[in-house]
């Protein structure tokens, strides 16, 4: 009878937990369904604005095309769904944090919530990076160095599969302090580590960025350059992070 009981008491809290996951996710569906309702009549709008860099760099020598009848309408409606993700990311984040904040201990959240909104900044401000900076001079050099006998005309799909991908790109790119700060705060490596593994992050950030961007040096030197300097962001906020790290003397408190 004892164990019936104590195999009980272990159930609930896991049947609850479970049963919060499930509410937060149909919230976070929820508000990505309610956003993208209220995008869809802006779906083709949205998609022209997106498009304005190829086009400015298109302009007076070629347009886009749509290869397949259907793309026409599919793909303004794909591109307003992942529009919807991006607005609805504060809110998805939210939900995930709801969710393990509980089990944090209060200096945790201490040093959690000021990740946690500095991460939704750093992601779109990756994008706007993005669009703003990357997208008009990778466009510029593939139609400067197209043949004078072939005309560049990109297909809507690819193109909206293009800047999606680099979208995501640059917005977990971006990412990067947030990542070396928690490293550095979970006592998984030292901020003076991580300067001296310098060589290989370099590598590495072209090595990310060449498989992350098209095939040429403008459009991987961009995000490369770019990784490179928020890694050094991220030692010297790791830093500050150490150096003004409160005593673990609520460890054993809960939130």
């Known amino acids: 009878m004892t164990?019936?009981?104590?195999?009980?008491?272990e159930t609930q809290p896991l049947v609850e937990h479970l049963t919060e996951l499930r509410d937060r996710l149909v919230r976070?569906?929820?508000?990505?369904?309610?956003?993208?309702?209220?995008l869809i009549y802006f779906a083709r709008d949205i998609y022209n604005f997106v498009a304005q860099p190829l086009m400015q760099a298109l302009e007076g020598t070629s347009t886009m095309i749509a290869t397949d009848v259907t793309a026409t309408f599919l793909t303004p409606f794909k591109l307003t769904f992942f529009v919807s993700v991006f607005i609805a990311m504060p809110f998805l984040l939210y939900q995930i944090?709801?969710?393990?904040?509980?089990?944090?201990?209060?200096?945790?959240?201490r040093l959690a919530k000021p990740i946690f909104a500095s991460s939704i900044v750093l992601f779109y401000l990756g994008i706007a990076f993005a669009y703003f900076i990357v997208l008009p001079p990778i466009f510029m050099f593939f139609n400067a160095i197209t043949p004078d006998d072939v005309a560049l005309m990109?297909?809507?799909t690819t193109f909206l599969s293009l800047v999606i991908k680099l979208f995501f790109a640059f917005g977990l790119a971006f990412?990067?302090?947030?990542?070396?700060?928690i490293l550095v705060t979970a006592g998984v490596i030292?901020?003076?580590g991580l300067a001296q593994k310098r060589p290989y992050v370099i590598v590495a950030c072209?090595?990310?960025?060449m498989l992350m961007t098209p095939p040429d040096v403008v459009s991987q030197s961009l995000l490369a350059f770019p990784m490179w300097g928020l890694f050094e962001i991220g030692i010297f906020f790791g830093k500050l992070a150490i150096k003004n790290r409160p005593a673990q003397t609520e460890e054993s408190e809960e939130a």
């Open 154 to 156: 990109p297909d809507i």
């Open 206 to 209: 072209f090595v990310i960025a």
């Open 3 to 9: 164990d019936e009981f104590e195999e009980e008491q």
């Open 28 to 38: 976070a569906v929820l508000a990505v369904v309610i956003i993208f309702i209220s």
């Open 97 to 109: 944090w709801a969710f393990i904040a509980p089990a944090l201990y209060r200096n945790e959240k």
């Open 190 to 192: 030292s901020p003076e």
């Open 175 to 181: 990412e990067i302090p947030v990542a070396t700060v």
